[in-house]
């Protein structure tokens, strides 16, 4: 059968923040592609909250935010990368207004953002769009996207698999080439060739069972990479956000921390607040502090959730400071300025993924990789809030300030690239295995590999997901792909690479802590977990 070929300059994955853009900054220099999974709009992007933090406020310094992030990471940042990327923040903040993204300012203050403060920050520096900072930052991305000629977006294609010349047997040096991408609306499987590919594919909450992240989140990229030969790092890093919504429909509604940082308290079911017994800066600690908190809390009353109260600040200020949140509250059935929110955490954002330099370089040449699918070293062992975004821009116009000479290196033309080829039965029983599968994953790595972990645990999420994936793999290549087995045998690869991270690591740390080595043990393990396959 006949792949079509799609040839491009820049080839993009992904339709978020870091995806759109380095695509708008590499334009000038040649045709790219992006390639998304779904509407280009949905992203773990377009359901920010709280916002970007970048020094900003007359209060504030450089120092200090690197500082926070040090602080919040445990140890395990890369303190120049750390240094690099929260000095580019005031500039890069300044690229997005020019790209139209309209952040929220004070009143009354002709100019001034209104920063906006979560934990672990010493200060107030999150600049954000209301309560929907994300959604105005896609809005304003793809309009610039959309009014620039030399970016093409394709919409409902999935990519499969990177194409590099070493696995592919081709001559000469290895590199990526581009991907195999199915493109579900012409029901087919293309091929986009390009010298230069960014991956941009997000995150990998979907691997839990409640999370923050929209359907997308299926740790695609890192798989990818990961199946291509690029080392991947840090993946027993998954922060927990502290309170995602508690109620059945809800699928764990964000309670962004900026609800925390305008004064909002944690109480138990009985109503007593309990974060200052747990850190000193009590509501506003570094989330991997707050998260196993309310875990211990539920455990200690046998809750299922616990209490977010911000009844004591006036409603009018609650209802225009967080419009969204308060009106998705209302709809199922919560008045947050009269009554406390149910809550829990929820996996929310994977602090490791594709091993990266601050420039978005793999060890593939041709490959960059930028966002949250990138692990570049500034997270450490927690994410410091609001940091993500932050990150996914600075790294994201950093690859494609390298990008015109990358592609002077390795020339614009791609060779000729072998056919996709696969299993070619369809499966009337395909629905249920594949539900069947994700649905076990997501249940596993929920109750074995959470905040709180063990050996035991870890050594049976191990086990099971061994057999998993021996299924997906013999059912993956007898019959056709479709989207939802693709991302099913990614989340199971991503699944056993968060094990295996876990169980490398014999200490607690950050946002990973087990029952068995309860302490850091910075003589033996205060370095990073790197995977690489083969
Ligand atoms: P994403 O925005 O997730 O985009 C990934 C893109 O890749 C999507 O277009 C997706 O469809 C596409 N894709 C994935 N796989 C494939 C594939 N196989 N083929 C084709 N396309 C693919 N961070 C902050 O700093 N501040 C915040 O306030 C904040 N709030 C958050 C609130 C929520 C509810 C969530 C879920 C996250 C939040 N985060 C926040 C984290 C932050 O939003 C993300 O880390 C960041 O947006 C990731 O951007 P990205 O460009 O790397 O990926
Ligand atoms: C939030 O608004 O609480 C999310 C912020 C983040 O994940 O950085």
Redesign the pocket.
Known sequence: MDTTRHDVDFLV????????IFALEAAPHGRVAI????H?A????????????AVMGDDDSLELHVQDTLRAGAGLCDERVVRTIVAEGPPVVRRLLDWGVEFSRETGAAGRFDLGREGGHSKRR?L?AGDI??REIERALLAAAGAEPNITIHED????DLITSGRRGLPGPNRCLGCY?LDERARAVGLFAAPLTLL????S?KVYLYT???D???G??VA?AYRAGAPVANLEFIQF?PTCLYHPKAKSF?I?EAVRGEGAVLRDLRGNPFMARYHEMADLAPRDIVARAIDAEMKKQGADHVLLDITHRDPEFVRSRFPNIYEQCLAFGFDMTKEPLPVVPAA??QCGGVLASVDGETAIPGLLA????AHTGLHGANRL??????E?VVVAHRAALLAPRKLDELGRTVPPLPAWESGDAADPDELVVVNHNWDEIRRLMWDYVGIVRSNRRLERAAARIENLQREINEYYWDYKVTPDL?ELR?LALVAALIVECAQRRHESRGLHYTLDYPEPDDARERHDTVLSRG
Not at 200 to 203: I, K, Q, V
């Open positions: 994955i992904g339709s978020g923040i870091a995806g759109l390639i998304t999974k779904k280009r949905e992203s773990s992007t377009n359901y920010a909250q709280g916002g970007i933090a999150v954000h900072t994300g294609v999935i990519a499969i991408a941009a594919t997000g995150g909450g923050s992240n929209p997308i989140a299926s695609d990229g990818m956000h964000l962004s929310h954002y930028a966002g949250e699918v809030a609001s940091n993500s975004l932050l996914a693709i990614n």
